[in-house]
Every structure is written in structure tokens, then in C-alpha cells.
T-cell receptor, first 113, second 111 residues
Framework: DTAVSQTPKYLVTQMGNDKSIKCEQN?????MYWYKQDSKKFLKIMFS???????INETVPNRFSPKSPDKAHLNLHINSLELGDSAVYFC????????????FGEGSWLTVV | QKEVEQNSGPLSVPEGAIASLNCTYS??????FFWYRQYSGKSPELIMS????GDKEDGRFTAQLNKASQYVSLLIRDSQPSDSATYLC???????????FGAGTRLFVKA
């Protein structure tokens, strides 16, 4: 069983469209994250949720809206896609608190054309 | 100043040599430090975590932490071509809900 799974793995879409990426973890973790890795491979945190509540929002444009229906799921919806949104989006999870390892999903490759 | 800084490399070492990867961080309150490895096209995977000053060894890998100097390093002994990847240094914020990654160091191990 995949510990952190996200879908779709690849997504090609036109500018201006709206798209969603879904994420589920079966590790029993309370904390989930979205990270963005750009073309320069820099991995940057976007959002952090703990037990369905938003904890961290790293000044991400409000076109990005995360939703956590329960603590095992964290979805990412993106409105009005722009060329600069092209990146790999990683979902991840961990136990809450410092010192806990983050486990990543396989990533969703988003290309905006 | 970036929160977590690494030399982007690439770092090239011959097979069997020791690879040394370095990282500095800016938040003195940080308590937890990690090294992740990322192969091209794959997700990051944890290699080691370290929380106390000093060295921590796991097989061919040794992590070193010096909180006074805000410095973390990773040594890879007997480097193998399969170690060729990008190595990401990560630091957990004092609150625990934010792990910040460095830009990564690309390592090439030549056979």
C-alpha cells in the first residue's frame, strides 16, 4: 500500500483553467502538507494542516485553495492557472510536532500551457 | 539570508571516496534536522535525522550537527554511483509544523 498517494501524477492544462490535485495518506498522521518544487528543484512549503485545521499558509496566492475533509486527506484546488504554476506539487504527511519525519507522495507534475 | 543554505554543486567524487555535503540554517531555535535524498523524477526520501550536537552514524552515512555554528553536514563514505542524486537539507521550525528545505546539492559519483 502506498503511504501517501496523490492524483493525478501528470496534468497538462491551459492557462486560465481550474484544476485539483487529491492527496490521501494511510499512515495515521495528523499533519499534512503541500510543497511546490519549481524548475530549479527548490522545494518550498505552501500549506501545513494539522487535524484538518490550517496551520501554515506561506503567502501563497489565493488562487490556491487547500481543503482537508478529514485528517487523512488534503486536496489542492488551483483557480485561473498561470504559466508560473507549472511545477511538481508534493503532498506529504507527518506526526505533529518537531522532530517528526515528513513522508512525501510521488508528486503531481503540473504543466500549464 | 535564506533560511536553509546549501552549496548547489554539482559535487563530483570518484567511486569509493567520501562525499561531504554542508548546510547552514538561520533560525537558532530550530531543533530538528534532516537529510533527504531525491533521485531525478522521484520524491524526496529521508536518509537521516539528527537532533543533538555531534555525530550520528547510520551505515555509510554520518550526519553532524553543530547548533552553535548553525551547521549541519552529511558525510557519505565509500560513495557509490547509486548515491548520485540531489541531497536536501531540511530544518524543522520550532513550532514543528513547518519543515524548510535547502535548495539541494547535486552529487555525482563517478565509476
Amino acid at each position: 500500500d502506498t503511504a501517501v498517494s496523490q492524483t493525478p501524477k501528470y496534468l497538462v492544462t491551459q492557462m486560465g483553467n481550474d484544476k485539483s490535485i487529491k492527496c490521501e495518506q494511510n499512515l495515521g498522521h495528523d499533519t499534512m502538507y503541500w510543497y511546490k518544487q519549481d524548475s530549479k528543484k527548490f522545494l518550498k512549503i505552501m500549506f501545513s494542516y494539522n487535524n484538518k485545521e490550517l496551520i501554515i499558509n506561506e503567502t501563497v496566492p489565493n488562487r490556491f485553495s487547500p481543503k482537508s475533509p478529514d485528517k487523512a486527506h488534503l486536496n489542492l484546488h488551483i483557480n485561473s492557472l498561470e504559466l508560473g504554476d507549472s511545477a511538481v506539487y508534493f503532498c506529504a504527511s507527518s506526526r505533529p510536532g518537531p522532530g517528526n519525519t515528513i513522508y512525501f507522495g510521488e508528486g503531481s507534475w503540473l504543466t500549464v500551457v | 539570508q535564506k533560511e536553509v543554505e546549501q552549496n548547489s554543486g554539482p559535487l563530483s567524487v570518484p567511486e569509493g571516496a567520501i562525499a561531504s555535503l554542508n548546510c547552514t540554517y538561520s533560525d537558532r531555535g530550530s531543533q530538528s534536522f534532516f537529510w533527504y535524498r531525491q533521485y531525478s523524477g522521484k520524491s524526496p526520501e529521508l536518509i537521516m535525522s539528527i537532533y543533538s550536537n555531534g555525530d550520528k552514524e547510520d551505515g555509510r552515512f554520518t550526519a553532524q550537527l553543530n547548533k552553535a555554528s548553525q551547521y549541519v553536514s552529511l558525510l557519505i563514505r565509500d560513495s557509490q554511483p547509486s548515491d548520485s542524486a540531489t541531497y536536501l537539507c531540511a530544518v524543522n521550525s520550532p513550532g514543528g509544523f513547518k519543515t524548510i528545505f535547502g535548495a539541494g546539492t547535486r552529487l555525482f559519483v563517478k565509476a
